[in-house]
T-cell receptor, first 115, second 114 residues
């Protein structure tokens, strides 16, 4: 497809389990972002990838969270030892480059529920 | 540093009446500003953006916003609300020459009554 693709769309996991969330950005987009949106809240920045540069991880809330981007394309966000407070929608977005004027295109999100 | 404040968490209007969603920003550099809309259980969609060209920006679905540097504002307006406009709206700032990580406001929920 032409848009940002995320999977799974919904994930229910038990507390303490690890989860992986996948993002396939728009082809040719070098910038990729992960955000988290908790119920009724705004968007919380998690991590930013730009080309081959080292990612900006300044938004990751704890060392249980990590992300990688392979081949400058697909990205995986991993949450280890999930906690109930990790329940949220995880949104991936991409843009043509990291320039501030570029439009950021969002996927439909991965809804994570930790029980 | 950059920040954005959406002044209303909820706005309620009647169908056919004007819409005003308020946004103020702070930026150490020249800002790019965006409005996104999020319908229930959907991803975010770009409504419009300002990137230092015309200060009055027209977007999709009849929305527009005006960049006012003196007031550090970027309010979103629409002359006549439709039921389909009911959604969450996010104001976003990104700095030219600063951080490339956009900062989102907390969102304004637009409620449209018949």
């Amino acid at each position: 497809g032409a848009g940002v693709s995320q999977s799974p769309s919904n994930k229910v996991t038990e507390k303490g389990k690890d989860v992986e969330l996948r993002c396939d950005p728009i082809s040719g987009h070098t910038a990729l972002y992960w955000y988290r949106q908790s119920l009724g809240q705004g968007l919380e920045f998690l991590i930013y990838f730009q080309g081959n540069s080292a990612p900006d991880k300044s938004g990751l809330p704890s060392d249980r969270f990590s992300a990688e981007r392979t081949g400058g394309s697909v990205s995986t966000l991993t949450i280890q030892r999930t906690q109930q407070e990790d329940s949220a929608v995880y949104l991936c977005a991409s843009s043509l480059s990291g320039s501030s004027g570029n439009t950021i295109y969002f996927g439909e999100g991965s809804w994570l529920t930790v029980v | 540093a950059q920040s954005v404040t959406q002044l209303d968490s909820h706005v309620s209007v009647s169908e056919g009446t004007p819409v005003l969603l308020r946004c103020n920003y702070s930026s150490s550099y020249s800002p790019s500003l965006f409005w996104y809309v999020q319908h229930p259980n959907k991803g975010l969609q770009l409504l419009l953006k300002y990137t230092s060209a015309a200060t009055l920006v027209k977007g999709i679905n009849g929305f527009e916003a005006e960049f006012k540097k003196s007031e550090t504002s970027f309010h979103l307006t629409k002359p006549s609300a439709h039921m389909s406009d009911a959604a969450e709206y996010f104001c976003v700032v990104s700095e030219v020459g600063g951080s490339y990580i956009p900062t989102f406001g907390r969102g304004t929920s637009l409620i449209v009554h018949p």
